[in-house]
Every structure is written in C-alpha cells, then in structure tokens.
C-alpha cells in the first residue's frame, strides 16, 4: 500500500453539522452548547488575537528590538542654488553663512544643497557636507568650485 492509495473511512469525512438554538428536542437548545453564561456564552465573546483577559499581553512585555538615539543624528542645514544665487556670498560655507547671519550658531549642524528650479548665473565656490547630483551639475556649469567636507 502506497499513500496515494490511502482512502478515508466511510462516514470519516461528510459529518452532518450541528444546528443550534432550535429548541430543547434537538438537543443543542436553550444555551447552543456554549455552557452557562461567561465570555464565551455570549455572542461577543470572540476576542481579537492576542488578547489575554485584560493581562498585559505577551506583545506588549517583550522588550522592543533597537533603538535610534535621534541626539546622535546629523542635522542638516539645506539651501537650494536658487537660494544660494541671492546671498551676496562668493563663498559658501558655514562660517560664511554665520557672519552673513543666514544661519544662527550652531557648531552641530551641516550644510547640504540640493537643486534648485533655475540655472545659476553667478559664480559661487562651494564647502559644504553634502551636494545633490542635481546642485553639482548647476554649480559648475556656472564655473563654480565646489568642496565636499568631511561627509
């Protein structure tokens, strides 16, 4: 005998399936064999997965897996080249921007310049921590120099 040979027994697999609640002669009446009263007598009484009575569940006293200090994150400080063409700044870096007082001091923070909408028609050298592909490409074609600093 090989598995695919294997048949059910007779009567192993069409069960006939309980009607409930019509009355004491069918013998699943009054209570529909849910037992007397209690949670799961009631029609409510089906819980969402996880729930333990009110206990704190499971779920909740395992201890959450990582952690991101966001103290220790990079805050970045972004100008678009559109911006940058309206400073009366040849130079563009964080010294520069603090004595204009464009930015207020702040030793933590950094520089990034992405790409503005227009094309840049002064020329502006660059030291900044971070540059878009899009900024650099705006940036020298109007001969500007540019520096990426310690990213």
Known sequence: MQLHQLKSVKGARNHKTKTLGRGYGSGFGKRST???????????????????????????????IGFTN?????????????????????????????????ISKNAKAKIKIIAGKKPMTKKINVCVNKISAGAKKIIVAAKGIIKEKNK
């Open 34 to 64: 849910r037992g007397q009263k209690g949670q799961h007598a009631r029609k409510s009484g089906n819980v969402r997965l996880g729930f333990e009575g009110g206990q704190t569940p499971l779920y909740r006293k395992i201890p959450k």
């Open 70 to 102: 966001i103290n220790f994150q990079d805050k970045y400080i972004v100008f678009t080249t559109d911006e940058l063409e309206k400073f009366s700044l040849e130079e563009i870096n964080l010294e520069s921007l603090t004595k204009a007082k464009i």
